[in-house]
Each structure stands twice: as structure tokens, then as C-alpha cells.
């Protein structure tokens, strides 16, 4: 089993930065990739940003050029750094991690980007 807990969620200015982290824990040697997902109200859930074990980085087009992924000790913690938001990512976003069997999810960290 991993366990996921996010963490940064905050409401930000449009045009602001925020940083999110996801903290693994439990068989996180079985982790095959992680990364994040959002879901907006009334929305389904889409991914942001994805890392795979040998550092191969998937971004969704509209999240291209202002966000990035960091995986630290693979992959105790992940890191999510978003600049330069706009009111469309208001959302909650969760941390997710695939192994070979199964897929894991956080509790979810609320990001309102607001004026």
C-alpha cells in the first residue's frame, strides 16, 4: 500500500505562484509513476502533470511552460510549482502514483485562484 497526503493548497491572485507537495509513504519502492490530477467543479477529473520512474514528464497542453514536476528521492515527495495562474486552474488537485497493480489517490489540496 502507499499513502499520499498533499499539502500547499491555498487561494492566490491570478498571475501568482503556489507550490504544491504530495508526501508518499508506505511501498513507495513499488511506484511506477506518479503525479497529479485536478478536478473543478462540475468538471471531471483531468491530469496536470505526470513523472515517470526514469524522470519521462507528461504535462497537459494547458498547464504547458507554467507548471513543472519535481520528484525528490524518488518519490518520497513530489512537488508541483505552478506559476503564472489563472482562474481556470481553481480546482482541487490530487496526488497519484500507479504500480504495476494498483493505483493510488490523496485526499486532494483546494487551489482557488481568485482576485
Known amino acids: 500500500q502507499v499513502q499520499l497526503v498533499e499539502s500547499g493548497g491555498d487561494l492566490v491572485q491570478p498571475g501568482g505562484s503556489l507550490r504544491l507537495s504530495c508526501t508518499a509513504s508506505g511501498s513507495i519502492f513499488s511506484i511506477d509513476s506518479i503525479g497529479w490530477y485536478r478536478q473543478a467543479p462540475g468538471k471531471e477529473r483531468e491530469l496536470v502533470a505526470r513523472?515517470?520512474?526514469?524522470?519521462?514528464?507528461v504535462y497537459a497542453d494547458s498547464v504547458k511552460g507554467r507548471f513543472t514536476i519535481s520528484p525528490t528521492n524518488w518519490v518520497r515527495t513530489v512537488y508541483l510549482q505552478m506559476n503564472t495562474l489563472k482562474p481556470e486552474d481553481t480546482a482541487v488537485y490530487y496526488c497519484?502514483?500507479?504500480?504495476?497493480?494498483?493505483?493510488?489517490w490523496g485526499q486532494g489540496t483546494q487551489v482557488t485562484v481568485s482576485s
Open positions: 513523472v515517470g520512474r526514469v524522470g519521462d514528464r
Open positions: 497519484n502514483a500507479h504500480s504495476s497493480a494498483s493505483v493510488f
